[in-house]
Each structure stands twice: as structure tokens, then as C-alpha cells.
């Protein structure tokens, strides 16, 4: 199995930053990609950014282009999600995922294996 463990969330003030965490640990050897998500109350869950692990290739919703970096630290196992120029529009359930058996594109919730059990990122204007 494979554990997906999400932190950084927090309070933030429209304009400012926040820079989420994602550790995994457990069977991760074949590990395709990592994918960040974002879930409002009454929303579905939706794509913010993605890597793969071995060709380091990134993707980013067009909602969070300019704004957002995503990155990775192969030793701790450990992705991470700045988010900078926050938007109230940007408050919501963070999740992070993995995609380590399942193929698929890194765009879709169907394509990851394992979830973590989110973190909560609130932008007050």
C-alpha cells in the first residue's frame, strides 16, 4: 500500500502565499505521476497541477498558470504546491494523489491509486 499524507493548509489573506506538502511512503517504487486537486463545498473535484516521477514533466490547470509551482524532493518522497497570488477563489479541499498502478491521463481523478485525506486552504479577501 501507499501513504499519501497532505500538509500546509492553513488561513491566508487574499494576495498571499501558502506552500502545501505532499509525503508518501509505503510501495511507491513504480509511482507514475503525483497530482494536486482541489475540492469546494458542492463542487467536484477538480485538476490543479501534476509531475511525473520519472521524466519530471509537469502540468498545471489553466485556473492556476503563473500562479501555482509544483515540485518534487526525490529523496524525502515529498511533492510540493506553492501557491502564490491566492484568490478567494482558490479556497477549497486540497487532495494530493498518486498514481502508481493505473495509467491514464494525470488530468483525471480516475487515473490515481491512492489519496491522501486532504487539506483545508481558505482565502479570506
Known amino acids: 500500500q501507499v501513504q499519501v499524507v497532505e500538509s500546509g493548509g492553513g488561513l491566508v489573506q487574499a494576495g498571499g502565499s501558502l506552500r502545501l506538502s505532499c509525503a508518501t511512503s509505503?510501495?511507491?517504487?513504480?509511482?507514475?505521476?503525483m497530482g494536486w486537486f482541489r475540492q469546494a463545498p458542492g463542487q467536484e473535484r477538480e485538476f490543479v497541477a501534476a509531475?511525473?516521477?520519472?521524466?519530471?514533466?509537469?502540468y498545471y490547470a489553466d485556473s492556476v498558470k503563473g500562479r501555482f509551482i509544483i515540485s518534487r524532493d526525490d529523496i524525502k518522497n515529498t511533492v510540493y504546491l506553492q501557491m502564490n497570488s491566492l484568490k478567494p477563489e482558490d479556497t477549497a479541499v486540497y487532495y494530493c494523489?498518486?498514481?502508481?498502478?493505473?495509467?491514464?491521463?494525470?488530468?483525471?481523478?480516475?487515473?490515481?491509486?491512492?489519496w491522501g485525506q486532504g487539506t483545508q486552504v481558505t482565502v479570506s479577501s
Open positions: 494523489a498518486a498514481q502508481v498502478y493505473n495509467g491514464g491521463s494525470v488530468y483525471y481523478t480516475r487515473s490515481y491509486d491512492y
Open positions: 509505503g510501495r511507491t517504487g513504480s509511482r507514475n505521476s
Open positions: 509531475v511525473s516521477w520519472s521524466g519530471g514533466d509537469i
